[in-house]
Nanobody, 125 residues
Framework: QVQLVESGGGLVQAGDSLRLSCVAS????????MAWFRQAPGKDREFVAA????????YYADSVKDRFTITRNNAKNTVYLQMGSLKPEDTAVYYC??????????????????WGQGTQVTVSS
């Protein structure tokens, strides 16, 4: 059974940094593009960042560009989201997701095959 387990969320103040981790129980983790999405209260889930299977390509939502960095360690089956200069509008449940794809690194929620349960990030002003 495939599991994606996020950790690292919490309550921080505006301007702080936080690093999220997601460990995946995927036998062939390096066959998967990985991404982070988030869902704020009362809003739809939205794309945050994605990374190609080999880490060679990354994509970011405009709202987090230059503040967040997605990386991965294929030896540890882990993807990270380093978040800096956090704002209250970054408050959301953050989900990691896996897409079996070598070629295309999607930013579309519907393309992702596996999802974690989410970790709460709350940024106070």
């Amino acid at each position: 059974q495939v599991q994606l387990v996020e950790s690292g969320g919490g309550l921080v103040q505006a301007g702080d940094s936080l690093r999220l981790s997601c460990v995946a129980s995927l036998r062939t983790f390096n066959n998967y593009a990985m991404a982070w999405f988030r869902q704020a209260p009362g809003k739809d889930r939205e794309f945050v960042a994605a990374i190609k299977w080999n880490g060679g390509v990354t994509y970011y939502a405009d709202s987090v560009k230059d503040r967040f960095t997605i990386t991965r360690n294929n030896a540890k089956n882990t993807v990270y989201l380093q978040m800096g200069s956090l704002k209250p509008e970054d408050t959301a449940v953050y989900y990691c997701a896996a897409d079996l794809s070598y070629v295309y690194t999607s930013q579309q929620e519907s393309d992702y095959d596996y999802w974690g349960q989410g970790t709460q990030v709350t940024v106070s002003s």
